[in-house]
């Protein structure tokens, strides 16, 4: 079994790097303003997400009909399916394609399914390079590094990192700027797109009725990687299918303006099938490979499955007062933020990722964005509550949850032990602010003082403020 992710451990770490938490304050402040403005300019944004996620659901409910739908039109359009029940095996049907296209390279656009699955390090184990052609991406694979955000993979980079980065790998000057930086990868990456035999992409969405592949994106990689070489191979969850080509109207909307703040991507490709006589461009073969590992248990989880409409905008990791702080590399694997929370713990196992699902203030801000309106605070609790009893809280939290239960359970209960606190308190610390717990409680004042109990309750001040003449 693999080491469990340390997330207290991680953000330790995190928190005391004051350049990373620089770049992710400005990194999210800016996302969350471009939020902010594109969802105003919609005004009928909420009725698009409630819209959204009706379809989401939907197709969710019939995932078996439209994934079969999906793959007969698929292959009347010419293409290739493959069904891939965990990451071996999806790792193993590219390996074999590639081999048998005779490849010795693959150019690949953005897909976290293939950060998911560790296709990459597949790929080389069988002699077969592979080149991120997306810029984020591409730095992350020159520096060895992982993404840190679904969208904007080098979000904890700084300019001056990747100016450095690009002078050891591709030779420009160590204080290049940006538009030199962005154009010596455009030449290192055309030369990839012009020799490779293989084209791997993932998908925003699959459209049942037609057999298409939707790929979004700003930079148009994604449409190089599907059109110059002989064989495209598309990747994609099997919870990316959508029911209709009309659904789009109401996908694309609610995905990009969450995503980037963007009224409308610089790209967006509708691919159907491999190339047709008379067509000009295209790939030659066509696979789709349909991924599971783990999302049918997903599935069949009624507390949980709602997270499979997420549409990997990352809306709510620049929301998340956590992630703002942290960083994704935090969350010890692929995703991070609030959807990585919940979806982590599902795919690895709760084991290895007992302490993900508490990390969350639950303030619910990641509802308030999310463009399908998942409910990740309902799903965060419903994990602590699974993660506590398979013995995941130390004894003296279960001890303490099963004594705040036991006063919770009782008004009676609860105002003695509220009058029996603010004496205990007064005796403690007089007036002083209280800046150490006692105890195992002492984690909680390490890093900030507790709040003072308030002298009355408000109870009592309702009280006092309703018996005539005591109004003070």
Same mark, same amino acid.
């Given at each position: 079994?693999?080491? +469990?992710?340390?997330f ?9 790097d004051?350049r ?17 403005? &594109? ?24 995932? *078996?009909?439209y994934?079969e ?13 493959h ?24 150019v690949?656009s ?16 069988? =002699? ?25 993979p080098i ?20 204080d ?21 035999? $293989? ?13 298409? $592949? ?10 190089? $990687? ?12 099997v ?16 995905? $990009?303006?969450? &995503? ?31 991924? *599971?590992?783990?999302?049918?248990a ?22 998340c ?10 969350? =010890? ?11 982590? +713990? ?27 309106r998942i ?12 993660a ?14 099963r ?7 009782? +008004? ?5 032990s509220?009058?029996?606190a ?8 007089g007036?002083?602010?209280?800046? &150490? ?27 006092r ?8």
């Open positions: 079994m693999s080491s +469990p992710i340390r207290s451990e991680q953000s330790v770490r995190a928190l005391q004051p990373l938490r620089e770049a992710l304050r400005r990194a999210t402040e800016d996302l969350r303003e471009k939020w902010t403005r &594109a969802t105003a300019e919609l005004p009928h944004f909420d009725a698009l997400r409630d819209w959204a996620k009706r379809i989401k659901a939907h197709a969710l409910l019939h995932l *078996d009909h994934l739908r999906l793959e007969a039109k698929v292959r009347e359009r010419g293409g290739m399916v069904w891939a029940r965990d990451a071996e095996e999806a790792c193993r049907v590219v390996v074999e394609i590639c081999r048998r296209a005779g490849a010795r390279t693959a690949k953005k897909s976290m399914l293939t950060e998911e699955i560790g296709l990459n390090r597949a790929l080389l184990r069988a =002699g077969i390079r592979v080149v991120e052609t997306d810029l984020g991406e591409f730095v992350v694979q020159l520096d060895g590094d992982r993404p840190s955000h679904l969208i904007a979000i904890h980079k700084r300019r001056e990192e990747v100016a450095a980065l690009f002078s050891r790998h591709l030779g420009t000057p160590p290049a700027p940006v538009e030199v930086l962005t154009r010596a990868a455009r030449v290192h990456l055309r030369q990839a797109f012009l020799t490779a035999d $293989v084209g791997i992409t993932g998908a925003n969405f699959l459209v049942a009725e037609t057999g298409s $592949v939707v790929l979004v994106e700003n930079e148009g990689n994604a449409r190089l $990687v599907t059109s110059l070489p002989r064989v495209h191979i598309a990747m994609a969850g919870e990316k299918v959508i029911p209709r080509l009309r659904d789009l109207a109401v996908f694309l909307p609610v995905l $990009v303006r969450s &995503a980037t703040g963007q009224k409308l991507s610089s790209y967006v490709s509708v691919l159907t099938g491999p190339r047709r006589p008379g067509d000009r461009g295209g790939p030659e073969e066509f696979h789709l490979v349909l991924v *599971d590992n783990r999302r049918t997903i599935l069949a989880d009624p507390d949980l499955r709602e997270a499979l409409q997420c549409l990997r905008c990352g809306a709510c990791l620049n929301a007062p956590v992630y703002e702080r942290v960083g994704g590399h935090t969350y =010890g694997w692929v995703y991070g933020g609030p959807i990585g929370a919940v979806l982590t +713990p599902k795919l690895l196992g709760l084991g290895r990722a007992t302490e993900l699902p508490y990390a969350s203030t639950l303030c619910g801000a990641c509802r308030e964005v999310c463009p399908v409910d990740i605070p309902r799903m965060l609790v419903h994990l602590r509550a699974q506590a009893a398979s013995g995941g809280a130390r004894p003296v939290e279960r001890l303490g949850m004594l705040l239960g036991w006063i919770l359970r009782s +008004p009676a209960r609860y105002r003695f509220g009058r029996l603010r004496i205990a308190q007064q005796l403690v610390w007036d002083r602010p209280i800046r &150490a717990l006692p105890g195992p409680l002492w984690a909680w004042t390490r890093m900030r003082d507790f709040p003072r109990l308030a002298p009355q309750t408000f109870r009592e001040r309702w009280r403020w309703r018996t005539p003449g005591r109004r003070s």
